[in-house]
């Protein structure tokens, strides 16, 4: 091949290769449409949903902080970065910079109990004010999850009748 041709052809390629990047951004959850990749249920609290997204681009949306630990710990998939919804603002914050409370009065569509903070001082705060622990984002993962479970209807998806939303 004419090496004044071979030029021309790599950087041609090594542009495309640089333009075809993946998004790593949270992706916009249709509750309508969208179910939790753990449990199939509707995300019909997008308060409480979540999502990782993997590193070939591909969202996997949970209803319930809870059902993304068991999905994270039971399959061995290479996560890009993923989200989850800071009680206060409402806004995506990186999972693993957030700070967890777990209560089981705090109402969530699985019953986990689980919200996301992301100043470790608003956690305090909150659990200052309304019981519950504080797990760190590693933390969370090493907790067997299903002994977070609570109410009395566990397998009613969002039908919890002790719960608040704070």
Request: hydrophobic share 35%; net charge negative.
């Amino acid at each position: 091949m004419n090496k004044f041709l071979f030029v021309p052809i790599l950087i041609v390629g090594l542009l495309i290769g640089c333009t075809s990047q993946v998004s790593l951004d949270p992706v916009e959850i249709d509750g309508d449409v969208e179910s939790c990749a753990e449990c199939n249920m509707g995300i019909n609290e997008i308060e409480h949903a979540t999502q990782v997204i993997l590193e070939d681009g591909t969202p996997k949306i949970y209803d319930d902080i809870g059902c993304m630990v068991i999905d994270l710990n039971e399959n061995d998939e290479n996560v890009g970065i993923g989200y989850v919804h800071d009680h206060d603002s409402g806004e995506w914050i990186d999972m693993k910079e957030a700070t967890y409370v777990q209560e089981s009065t705090i109402h969530t569509p699985m019953s986990y109990g689980i919200i996301a903070f992301e100043s470790a001082d608003d956690a305090t705060s909150f659990q200052v004010a309304h019981g519950g622990d504080i797990f760190s984002y590693d933390e969370l993962l090493q907790l067997n999850i299903l002994d977070l479970k609570h109410g009395d209807d566990h397998d009613h998806h969002g039908e919890e009748s002790d719960s608040h939303d704070e």
